[in-house]
């Protein structure tokens, strides 16, 4: 399945990767083996999202909250990551795929920091797709860092306005997502890009993540495509 030709595409699309736990389970899998099943369909996304003529896709992956999880879940989970960049960050490369980390730094062990910050280097220059992954991010974090920041460079208080905050949140140069996709039948943003997505469009299937296809992903396009985006104004038919 394809996007219709003339359809309208989403510049930035932002997913939440969900089910990966429930995927296993119905396997009689451990939860691990689904979070490994969701990091290798984010090959397949990627690239049909940059064949469609997506400019931004971001992923979240790991919230601020996931850390309460058991301790073996989050140590294989940052394995995995680890895995994914030592895998996937030269394959990207060479598709002019430009990598993002999103969230804090702080909190991923040394080697696994100085893994993503090597990605984010070496892609540095590309002008390709831009990959986001949300990785130990929470939109209220985002918030507050952000806040910290401008306090810090000591711009008065007149001066703040949406703009300024924007440019202070970790996703500092990308649009705002214009459809945020969510799988495994849940229905809200669990602290994902809770700024960005004010004006979102919100697209969820029952899939979960490991069986979302490029076909689901065109779907999510073409119902963005017939929607009317009015950011809180009205055209004069309506």
Known sequence: MSTPEGARIPQHIAVIMDGNGRWARKRGLPRLAGHRAGTENIRAIVSEA??????????????????????????GLMQILGDFIDRETQNLHEQNVRLRHLGRIEG????????????????????????????????????????RRIIATGI????????????????AGMPDPDVVIRTSGERRLSNFLIWQAAYSEYWFTPVFWPDFRPEHLHQAISEY????RRFGGLTEQS
């Open 50 to 75: 940059d064949k469609a003529g997506v400019r931004f896709l971001t992923l979240y992956a790991f919230s601020t909250e996931n850390w309460n999880r058991p301790s073996l879940e989050v140590q």
């Open 108 to 147: 991923l062990s040394p080697v696994l920091a100085r893994k993503v910050n090597y990605a984010v280097d070496v892609t540095r220059n590309n002008t390709g797709l831009t990959l986001a992954i949300a990785f130990n991010y929470g939109g209220r974090a985002d918030i507050v860092d952000a806040v």
């Open 225 to 228: 495509g017939r929607r009317e």
């Open 156 to 171: 008065r208080a007149d001066q703040i306005d949406d703009q300024l905050v924007s440019a202070y949140l970790s996703t």
